[in-house]
């Protein structure tokens, strides 16, 4: 199939999908999609279980390896998302909460990465750097999936701001952590070097490079809208910018998820203020709005059929369960660290862990990650484990965090 082929069957299915969940299920809308992209694969499998004749499964899953969803969301789809999440940012509101975001971006990240490696390397026997690894892209939230199901519950502005802010950026350093350990854990799969030193040197230059690139990007880009007044163009400017973004920091080989997000919080807050027209502000707002859309109901649809591309056993569910554990207790830890070492100097409200530890929903970016490892023998494990994280994140989680954030949200929120 063509790349055309494919996007027309994925948009054809997505809103297949999402019209049954609307009349029937009722899910909220990317869950739902999810949920019947889910059903329908599962049950075309169990077909092919149960009736003789041809393997239609088979067919469908040389079909889904051809999407290379890894590339697809990390070298295209990601970046609309991240910038299309980072445009509602205040960096005003993010400046009040940025230590408690820096903290659970960074130290989370890494406390996060290392309990999943060590609990997943006890638990199956993978090596030490392998399980590593799965803990770095694991850890990523996604920024996209928690601020859809967050945004009925009403949270006051502080503490949106937190979730919204730990994130888009914990995503962007968890990739690089994730590039750090792969050049560990599998020297001579690509480009990265594969000692200590090469791979500070990397982190450093993803994550500060990616930084730079975005700002300076968001800046001159500002800069042209401030001296246009036609709506059309500008969002043409802002399209240009990610696109173009994300493709000039993969050429230059620093972290283009981190250029995204700082690039929307420059755009989505001074670019808003300074250089747009109200009229122009509307047109961006709700441009941006329906991308996130569109494409969020496209990834979570391709997440619901990537269950043709992960080998099941009963050790691999068993395996896949304890890293539903796994995963929260690591999350718990990422949250708990960073609010207690700031405890000392501002208060929290009682809610704040609770609702960042179930609300730290898992997402493509893992299953993308998962996808891209090199080809081995502790590859299917990884990829099966991630895919049932993600699933349990994405549906249990994401189901039931709106009704926890609404009932603990409610406590008096003091930052």
Not at 35 to 47: K, P, T, Y
Not at 126 to 139: E, K, N, Q, R, Y
Not at 145 to 170: C, W
Not at 339 to 360: C, E, Q
């Amino acid at each position: 199939m063509t790349v055309l082929q494919i996007a027309a069957v994925l948009i054809v299915l997505a809103g297949a999908f999402g019209a049954v969940n609307y009349l029937y299920l009722k899910l909220p809308s990317s869950i739902g999609i999810l949920v019947v992209a889910l059903l329908a694969s599962l049950g075309v499998i169990g077909l092919d279980i149960i009736l003789p004749g041809p393997a239609v499964s088979e067919a469908i899953r040389a079909e889904v390896v051809q999407w290379e969803f890894s590339d697809a969301l990390l070298e295209g789809m990601l970046g609309l998302l991240l910038f299309a999440g980072a445009l509602h940012v205040k960096l005003s509101d993010l400046r009040e909460q940025w230590r408690v975001v820096f903290l659970m971006a960074t130290i989370g990240v890494a406390l996060s990465t290392v309990i999943v490696g060590v609990g997943f390397s006890w638990i199956t026997g993978v090596p030490f750097l392998t399980a590593l690894v799965f803990g770095a892209l694991i850890s990523p939230t996604d920024p996209v999936a928690v601020l859809g199901v967050l945004r009925s519950a009403n949270l006051r502005r502080s503490l949106e701001t937190k979730i919204a802010g730990e994130s888009l950026f914990n995503d962007g350093v968890g990739y690089v952590v994730f590039l750090v350990l792969v050049g560990l854990a599998f020297p001579g799969d690509d480009h990265h070097g594969s000692g200590l030193a090469d791979a500070a040197t990397l982190f450093f230059q993803e994550a500060l490079g990616g930084a730079v690139l975005g700002a300076v990007l968001g800046w001159l880009t500002f800069r042209v809208m401030r001296r246009i007044d036609d709506y059309s163009l500008e969002v043409l400017l802002t399209l240009g910018l990610v696109f173009g973004g994300y493709q000039l920091a993969v050429a230059l080989h620093v972290s283009a998820p981190i250029m995204a997000v700082v690039a929307g919080l420059l755009i989505g807050d001074i670019g808003t203020k300074l250089g747009m027209s109200a009229e122009t502000r509307d047109y961006v707002d709700a441009f941006w709005k329906l991308i996130d859309e569109i494409l969020n109901a496209v990834l979570f649809l391709m997440i619901g059929v990537e269950v043709f591309a992960v080998t099941f056993s009963m050790d691999a569910a068993v395996t896949g369960a304890l890293s539903i554990a796994l995963a929260l207790a690591a999350r718990l830890a990422a949250v708990a660290v960073p609010v207690l070492l700031l405890r000392p100097f501002r208060d929290f409200s009682p809610g704040v862990i609770p609702i960042m530890t179930w609300g730290g929903l898992k997402g493509g970016i893992s299953v993308a990650l998962a996808l891209s490892l090199p080809d081995g023998d502790w590859k299917p494990l990884i990829l099966t484990c991630t895919y049932v994280v993600v699933i349990f994140s994405i549906i249990v989680q994401g189901l039931t965090v709106g009704r926890l954030a609404t009932r603990m949200g409610r406590e008096p929120d003091l930052v």
